[in-house]
């Protein structure tokens, strides 16, 4: 079975400039989630979307994040513009269904840097 | 919001077990209790969970209190590559069933 798959695995861009993250996850997984995990702490949730729904995005800063899931399937997260506090990684998970006994499936990440 | 708490830091003999402890003194009767870990430069991996009974894996076994306020996570023979960030997570029944991680345990296993 493929797992969650994320591009691009390193980026490293100017603060101001624009970025995406594409995330594919694991076949048939409704449920997926987008976090940031900023050195030396763990995972923080950035978005939950179930199919293309969100589900919560409290978390999300949304005057310069967003994220979409148009078809259910791949999701991308936007940073624009981007801030030197941005660097940190960012990991996608799914799950196949939002019950608690469910499992979350992580991708590599991708690490941002903002110079 | 992670509602539990871990040591920051464990070693651990290779061929030794580890046991890997883990608070969660606020856990309600419906939370389930999950444990990942995170090698360098990976995401997160999942290793087991559990809600009231003990749980045994190809990776490892789960210990719950009765009471479910503790648990520990058991690698029953370490090796070097179980070098990792061990996070505890107790998966609230709020909103989404989210993961909410702490800081987690950084385990050395040492030859």
């Known amino acids: 079975e493929a797992g969650v798959a994320q591009s691009p695995r390193y980026k490293i861009i100017e603060k101001r400039q624009s970025v995406a993250f594409w995330c594919n996850p694991i076949?048939?997984?409704?449920?997926l989630y987008w976090y940031q995990q900023i050195l030396g702490q763990g995972p923080k949730l950035l978005i939950q979307?179930?199919?293309?729904?969100?589900?919560?995005d409290s978390q999300l800063p949304k005057d310069r994040f967003s994220a979409e899931r148009l078809k259910g399937v791949d999701s991308t997260l936007k940073i624009q513009p981007a801030k030197l506090e941005d660097s940190a990684v960012y990991l996608c998970?799914?799950?196949?269904?939002?019950?608690?006994?469910?499992?979350?499936?992580f991708g590599p990440g991708t690490r941002l840097t903002v110079l | 919001d992670a509602k539990t708490t871990q040591p920051p830091s464990m070693d651990c003999a290779e061929g030794r077990a580890a046991n890997l402890p883990c608070n969660h003194s606020?856990?309600?009767?419906?939370?389930?209790v999950y444990w990942y870990r995170q090698i360098h430069s990976q995401g997160p991996q999942y290793i087991i969970h559990g809600l009231k009974n003990n749980e045994t894996n190809e990776m490892a076994s789960l210990i719950i209190t009765e009471d479910r306020k503790s648990s520990t996570l058991i690698l029953p023979h370490a090796t070097l590559r179980d070098t990792a960030v061990y996070y505890c997570?107790?998966?609230?029944?709020?909103?989404?069933?989210?993961?909410?991680f702490g800081t987690g345990t950084s385990l050395t296993v040492i030859p």
């Open positions: 076949s048939g997984h409704a449920t």
């Open positions: 997570i107790v998966r609230t029944s709020n909103t989404g069933n989210q993961f909410y």
């Open positions: 606020t856990i309600s009767g419906n939370e389930y």
């Open positions: 998970a799914s799950t196949v269904a939002m019950q608690a006994y469910n499992e979350q499936f």
């Open positions: 979307f179930q199919n293309n729904g969100v589900v919560d």
